[in-house]
């Protein structure tokens, strides 16, 4: 699934991804060091708590959002079926009317 959304409209997004990392894995060990490290806010501090998560992401799997909105007051998870970790990307317009939503 995420194979065929980059074949797809999100065919950008390789290229991105294969530029951030040429010079080698510096930017991919920097984004693990930012999961295990302190975020500079409390998950109380989220005032729009909206979280969208593929089910099927095998990069990062939906316990993590699971947990994250477990541990954010008023939180809201919807979690997408059939989606992996780049085809939820699809769904930003519609993560973006709910919180203008839950904002309003």
């Given at each position: 699934?995420?194979?065929?959304?980059?074949?797809?409209?999100?065919?950008?997004?390789?290229?991105?991804?294969s530029?951030?990392?040429?010079?080698?894995?510096?930017?991919?060990?920097?984004?693990?060091?930012?999961?295990?490290?302190?975020?500079?806010?409390?998950?109380?501090?989220?005032?729009?708590?909206?979280?969208?998560?593929?089910?099927?992401?095998?990069?990062?799997?939906?316990?993590?959002?699971?947990w994250?909105a477990?541990?954010?007051?008023?939180?809201?998870?919807?979690l997408?079926?059939?989606?992996?970790?780049?085809?939820?990307f699809?769904?930003?317009?519609q993560?973006?009317?709910?919180?203008?939503?839950?904002?309003?």
């Amino acid at each position: 699934m995420d194979r065929a959304a980059l074949e797809g409209s999100w065919a950008w997004f390789e290229e991105v991804v294969s530029a951030a990392i040429q010079d080698g894995p510096a930017a991919l060990i920097d984004d693990d060091l930012a999961n295990v490290s302190p975020w500079g806010l409390e998950l109380a501090q989220v005032r729009v708590p909206v979280f969208m998560h593929g089910e099927q992401d095998r990069m990062v799997p939906c316990s993590h959002s699971q947990w994250l909105a477990s541990h954010t007051p008023r939180a809201q998870l919807r979690l997408c079926s059939g989606d992996g970790h780049i085809p939820v990307f699809d769904s930003a317009e519609q993560a973006l009317d709910w919180i203008s939503q839950k904002a309003g």
